[in-house]
């Protein structure tokens, strides 16, 4: 027990001194440093333990002999008898003394009672130094001061159903109760400098480390355990894919020089690296749904065991329409200490509880994919298969996902199968449904195509845009906003663009605007040689040849001018320039309507090759994936609001800096272009 005393009143009567004026030499002999120290080691030493006794008054009645080195001992001696003898005639709370089982319920209560109104009580008086002149507490300000403890004082305030009000009274500070979620890359910046010398090693040539790359790992992947050498193993494999290549699987002479360049490094398991290096030769590299407990560390499994009890908790409160907000983290981590107190100030268990958060976050409302899984390498972390196509939802798990047996002790049942991140993040999906969102403003069916607005521009586009061409003379902001967003009807979008075009219809340079958009393609290596033509169905009867690279990248070109070589005997291209064209066609044959798609896709193309993990995957996907959704605008004199119903991979979208304020110059009329997620309007 940590011992202070609030006044000490001290009235004596000397007896017997030859001094003038004694008063000071006693005062200071019984009243010192020296004695202060010694009366606070004989309280806290007749007192040890956890209890918190908080005393309204003592009195103490004691004969000292001035000239003894004894004195403060012997004055120190007495208030502890009379504290003990206090305390048994006073075995219950009295308005003479009160007891708490330990500092946390202390400072629990005394939130209690602010919140209730009742914080001046005579026993509160030690938090006096939190207490604002117009005499309300400064909650905040109380539990930065017990920092240590703030997860078992919130476990205390959540049992007596007061933590939803007291982070109601905390508002933006809440936030200052967790250290790092992760997000910030704090844990990955050394594991991706090692990967970067391990690959550099390996290839021959020097890696240069993205700032994203730690970003993305930091919120893709699960958090390293800087106690366990095979966590970090693994870790350091994670970040050593995300540099490499995108190239699955990998040749067996490079998965041998990156396995021998990691043997310099002594600090991580190198069979766990070896494990994750060579889980990139095959095709399925994410590992599947029962084996993701598997790769994380001991501890970090028994943080999940105990947040799937956790998830149980009646007191748990959490917002389904913003997931990864430090309140909710707060909440979570406060009942993981509340079912598992170990867990108390534990750096991976905050880490863990926020992973699991971002794979809440990250859950499409709809059931996923057999084959989908958690986040492994940021490369294929949000898209598993199947092939070829990204499918970013977390893995679809069994129905009888519940909180793991318990052992008396309160640690998860060794003989209990440990649920996975994905598990503990669909236990809190079923309990905290997300409910509808509702936007505000004008319906827009072709608003979520305002998204693609920035591929077009890289092309080079941004001239051409309000150019009128095919039949119905519209826009060509226009004609790529229905092939993007697959709708035909009028809505205030359609109408705000046709508005900048303005009248007399400009004259269409849809082939000028094809010949730059080629150009950049090939500048950026979003389209790569050799090219090569495939012929595809294409329009309601016909078919088209298209020039396309190896991987299905096509060119808005339908000129001999490019150099093309013979198209290669598999069909994997064909059916990629298929499936993407069939995605933005809206089924005709005009004279323009091929440039168009063509045009579409690559726009398409060129914006996903900022999307950590999505640069590879499908026109289709992609679409569907971040695009074709319910949306609506509030269209203003200097704005365009596009309110976006959330998604799970928004993310990814955040990531790339894609739901960032667009400018986009006389496009709709000089007006900047604002996305906002469902969730986020009106906050």
């Known amino acids: ?45 007749a007192f040890d333990g956890d209890e918190v006794v908080v005393i309204r008054s003592l009195a103490c009645t004691a004969t000292l002999r001035a000239d003894s080195q004894s004195a403060p001992t012997g004055l120190a001696g007495s208030v502890t008898a009379s504290v003990a003898r206090l305390l048994r005639e006073h075995p219950t709370d009295d308005d003479c003394v009160v007891r708490f089982a330990d500092d946390a319920a202390y400072v629990a209560a005394y939130v209690h009672d602010c919140l209730d109104g009742h914080a001046h009580r005579w026993y509160y008086d030690a938090f006096e130094p939190f207490r604002r002149r117009d005499g309300s507490a400064d909650l905040a300000a109380l539990l930065a001061a017990h920092r240590a403890l703030r997860w078992r004082i919130l476990a205390r305030v959540s049992r007596h159903g007061d933590l939803d009000a007291l982070l109601d009274r905390l508002g933006h500070r809440a936030a200052d109760l967790v250290d790092s979620t992760g997000d910030d890359g704090t844990a990955w910046s050394a594991l991706v400098t ?21 970003t993305v790992l930091s919120r893709s992947e699960p958090p390293p355990d800087w106690r366990d ?14 540099l490499l290549p995108e190239v699955v699987p990998l040749p067996d002479t490079v998965v041998e020089r990156l396995v021998a360049a990691a043997r310099h490094h002594h600090w991580f398991d190198q069979e766990a690296f070896a494990a994750g290096i060579a889980a990139r030769r095959a095709e399925a590299s994410v590992p599947a749904e029962d084996d993701v407990a598997a790769v994380l560390s001991p501890r970090a499994r028994g943080v999940l065991a105990d947040l799937a009890e956790a998830a149980a908790d009646p007191h748990l409160a959490l917002d389904p329409r913003r997931p990864t907000s430090p309140r909710n983290l707060v909440e979570l981590v406060t009942a993981l200490v509340q079912a598992a107190p170990r867990w108390d100030d534990d750096d991976l268990a905050r880490a863990v509880a926020a992973h699991v958060l971002r794979l809440w976050e990250r859950r499409s409302p709809t059931p996923a994919p057999a084959h989908a899984a958690t986040p492994v390498p940021p490369r294929r972390a949000a898209e598993a298969p199947p092939p070829g196509e990204g499918a970013g939802s977390a893995p679809s798990s069994p129905d009888t996902e519940v909180p793991q047996p318990r052992s008396p002790a309160g640690h998860a049942s060794p003989l209990a199968p440990t649920p996975s991140a994905v598990q503990v993040a669909r236990l809190l999906e079923r309990r905290f449904p997300q409910p509808e969102p509702v936007l505000d403003g004008w319906e827009a069916a072709t608003a979520g195509g305002l998204l693609l607005l920035r591929g077009a521009m890289d092309l080079g586009l941004s001239p051409y845009l309000l150019g009128r061409v095919g039949p119905e003379a519209d826009p060509l902001l226009v004609a790529l906003l229905r092939r993007w967003t697959g709708s035909a009807d009028d809505d205030p979008v359609v109408a705000a663009v046709r508005e900048a075009a303005g009248d007399p219809v400009p004259s269409g340079r849809l082939g000028d605007a094809c010949r730059l958009a080629v150009g950049r393609l090939l500048g950026l290596s979003v389209v790569e040689e050799p090219l090569h033509t495939v012929t595809v169905p294409h329009g309601a009867t016909g078919f088209a040849a298209v020039v396309a690279d190896a991987v299905g990248h096509m060119l808005p070109w339908t000129g001999a001018e490019l150099d093309v070589v013979p198209p290669p005997d598999d069909v994997t291209g064909r059916d990629v320039v298929a499936d993407a064209l069939t995605a933005v066609s809206l089924g005709r044959d005009g004279p323009d309507d091929l440039l168009l798609d063509l045009l579409a896709v690559s726009c398409v193309q060129a914006w996903a090759r900022w999307l950590p993990g999505f640069a590879r995957s499908s026109v289709p996907f992609l679409l569907s ?19 976006l119903a959330p998604r799970s991979h928004d993310i990814v979208l955040g990531l790339a800096g894609y739901l960032e304020p667009l400018d986009a110059g006389t496009t709709l009329g000089g007006r900047r272009i604002r996305f906002v997620t469902g ?5």
Do not use: C, N, Y
């Open 194 to 214: 090692t990967a970067a010398t391990v690959v550099h090693a390996a290839v021959g040539a020097p890696v240069p480390v993205d700032d994203r790359v730690v």
């Open 229 to 242: 050498p095979a966590s970090l193993g693994r870790a350091v494999a994670a970040a050593t894919e995300a």
């Open 679 to 683: 969730w986020e309007h009106g906050t």
């Open 625 to 643: 994936t971040f695009v074709r959704r319910p949306a609506s605008v509030e269209v203003g004199e200097e704005d365009l609001t596009v309110l």
């Open 1 to 45: 027990m940590d011992v202070s005393i609030g006044h000490l009143k001290l009235a004596g009567r000397v007896v017997g001194s030859r001094d003038q004026d004694p008063t000071p030499r006693v005062v200071d002999l019984l009243a010192g440093q020296a004695a202060r120290e010694h009366l606070l080691a004989a309280l806290t030493s």
